[in-house]
């Protein structure tokens, strides 16, 4: 090289490579001219050299085989290392940057085949998930065909028994048949007993007169007294007669007791099986309305089914996969994994908003003012740009928790939005207070997800009173105090049952499903048992961005939720119009019907929150002044959704003492 570096090709023709240089510059007029009267001189001999040796490198190669990339990059990493050689004073530097390329390239090729796997895993998940849905399609069509196997065997029932019912009434009928023609066969069988029985004696005596009138002196005694005696017998015969013919008259149609008896308890067994076909078939045929209703039902649903079905494929949109997020967010598969987990499709949008933003954020170097509109925030008002601060997530976490700390030490006087304008000019000076105000009002704008970060921007917009924030974390505080007191071991340590016995009692007014929920965040689950050791200090611990543990974002949740409640349950009983007038003696009074152990204070205190009037400067319950004061409903219930509104004792309880 001859002991100095070569100025080509600065100013070659042909392959001519631009310096990184401003174009303005003084060097750079300086050195355009050098290359204007330098433009007829060759290339190095060395350079050709390294050219022509890349060349037949490059035609030697393999291009075909999977590692084509890789073999292509060996010629480069030679004229690179025959470069550092030849230049011995730049040898450590061009080494360094060599390095610095091979490292990255190792670790590329890392992440590469640490993802292979996770590829043949989403397939094998993908194949057993379309296995699990034809299982469940295969059973379900076998279900629906055994259903309508017992549906035919229902049906071949209810004609089964309709027949048997047939065949007893037609068996009953026969028999009542039986019965008469017995009936006219006895009454038959009498008459010709009697007639029988008349001729017989008859006959008697016509043949006892007969022998008395042949052989008068046979019977050896006066025949008038015996004619006398015959007489009499013949009368009390008569008589006899006369009242066995009465009494065949009268029980003629009499049966034996034997076979009364008898037909009674056929009579009986009868109707008993008669009773119980009936009660079947009864209890079948309902059974048939409810199959015939439970079909209809089923197949009503099938079709308004199969019609959601139609239009869901008409009208829907394929479901995201959210894997391919993985490649984009910053941190790789690991931090998407991170912050995926417990989301659905709404929460996965917010976060990738959030973090396109936040590059988007980091991207900015300035932001435009707002100017000094009345609709912009005091804090805001700046005409002009103000420079991006470009903090981190972490910064801005903890600048406003010590703003919280200030706010909280200090008698609150000033407006909120004065007062965070303030702490800036304090915490930096009055030069860059405005560039902060608009960076942490754009960063807590952006992050929703981020509890410090929301709770902030919704005090400072004036969406949230001050009181909630500090009512929550006075909640915590409390709680995490008493926990700490029934540790007397002072070990961290507390079991399920004085875990679940202390959320009772310093919650009195939650649910028992929302104690589960509770101890369930904590981290309870159905196999634990109350003798199971819970670390409860880990419970209110937060990490470097200010996000809290699950249990206290339960907590966060249940309150919102309880307050939503309230307030609806409060607006019906006011009414469903929005635009219906209250006023505070119609507010008072719907407040004490869905709660009524309020105390006069608190009951004020809400009043004087909705119709934005002093406490002081309320008039008094009963005072008629209380109609000059109207509001509509829905500015009343916004009103309330911004401050710190809860129920104070159980629904029904009877107004305490105030």
Excluded at 221 to 246: F, H
Excluded at 357 to 369: I, M, V
Excluded at 535 to 556: A, C, N, T
Excluded at 594 to 607: A, V
Aim: charged content about 30%.
């Amino acid at each position: 090289m001859g002991g100095h570096l070569s100025p080509w090709p600065m100013y070659a023709s042909g392959q001519t490579i631009l310096p990184n240089r401003k174009p303005c510059s003084e060097d750079y007029r300086k050195r355009a001219g050098w290359q204007q009267q330098s433009l007829g001189i060759a290339k190095p001999r060395y350079l050709e050299q390294l050219e022509n040796y890349l060349r037949k490198e490059l035609l030697l190669l393999d291009l075909g085989t999977d590692s084509a990339q890789e073999l292509r990059l060996q010629p480069y990493r030679e004229i690179f290392e025959f470069f550092i050689e030849d230049f011995k004073t730049y040898k450590p530097l061009l080494s360094s940057i060599k390095n610095a390329y091979e490292v990255m390239l190792a670790h590329q090729r890392e992440k590469i085949r640490a993802l292979e796997p996770l590829k043949a895993k989403l397939v094998t998940v993908n194949e057993d998930c379309n296995e699990r849905i034809l299982a469940m399609r295969a059973e379900e069509r076998y279900e629906i065909s055994m259903l309508k196997k017992e549906k035919m065997n229902l049906l071949k029932l209810i004609d089964k028994k309709n027949e048997e019912k047939v065949s007893l009434q037609s068996e009953v009928t026969k028999l009542r048949k039986n019965l008469a023609e017995e009936y006219l066969h006895y009454l038959s069988e009498r008459d010709a007993r009697k007639i029988l029985l008349a001729d017989l004696n008859e006959l008697r005596y016509q043949r006892e007169d007969m022998s008395l009138a042949q052989s008068p002196g046979i019977w050896g005694e006066d025949p008038m007294k015996l004619t006398l005696a015959l007489k009499m017998t013949r009368q009390d015969l008569t008589r006899t007669q006369m009242e066995l013919n009465t009494m065949k008259a009268n029980f003629g149609d009499v049966v034996p007791r034997r076979d009364f008896e008898m037909q009674e308890k056929t009579n009986k067994d009868l109707q008993e099986q008669l009773d119980s076909l009936r009660a079947d078939y009864e209890e079948v045929r309902k059974e048939h309305e409810i199959l015939l209703q439970l079909h209809m039902s089923t197949l009503k649903e099938r079709d308004q089914f199969y019609a959601e079905l139609q239009e869901i494929q008409r009208t829907s949109t394929p479901r995201p996969d959210w894997t391919k997020c993985e490649d984009v967010v910053a941190g790789g598969p690991e931090r998407w994994q991170m912050l995926a987990e417990g989301k659905n499709s709404d929460q996965l949008v917010d976060v990738l908003l959030e973090e396109i933003g936040e590059g988007l954020l980091r991207e900015k170097d300035f932001f435009p003012g707002l100017g000094y509109g009345e609709a912009i925030p005091p804090f805001l008002r700046f005409d002009g740009t103000v420079e991006n601060k470009k903090p981190t997530k972490k910064e801005v976490v903890n600048l406003l928790k010590d703003a919280w700390k200030e706010r909280l030490s200090e008698e609150q006087k000033e407006r909120f939005s004065d007062f965070f304008f303030n702490f800036l000019e304090r915490r930096f000076g009055p030069t860059d207070a405005m560039a902060w105000a608009y960076t942490i009002f754009e960063n807590i704008k952006l992050f929703h997800s981020n509890e410090v970060m929301s709770q902030f921007y919704a005090v400072l917009m004036g969406k949230m009173k001050e009181s909630v924030y500090i009512n929550q974390k006075e909640t915590v505080a409390q709680l995490l105090k008493e926990m700490t007191s029934v540790d007397s071991q002072n070990e961290g340590l507390l079991s399920m049952e004085q875990f679940g016995t202390i959320l009772k009692s310093t919650f009195p007014l939650k649910k028992e499903e929302q104690i589960q929920e509770l101890m369930e965040a904590g981290g309870w689950h159905p196999n634990s048992s109350s003798a199971d050791l819970l670390s409860y200090r880990s419970l209110f611990m937060e990490d470097d961005e200010g996000q809290s543990e699950p249990f206290v974002q339960k907590l966060w949740e249940q309150y919102v939720d309880e307050k939503e409640a309230y307030l609806q349950e409060l607006k019906q009983e006011l009414g469903q119009e929005l635009y219906n007038e209250v006023t505070p003696r119609k507010l008072r009074e719907a407040l004490m019907n869905i709660d009524p152990s309020l105390d006069n204070k608190t009951l004020n205190t809400y009043i004087s929150q909705a119709f934005q009037v002093p406490v002081t400067d309320l008039p008094e319950e009963g005072d008629e002044k209380e109609e000059d004061i109207k509001t509509w409903l829905q500015t009343v219930m916004e009103r309330l959704q911004v401050a710190d509104i809860r129920r104070v004792g159980p629904q029904g309880e009877p107004e305490p003492a105030s």
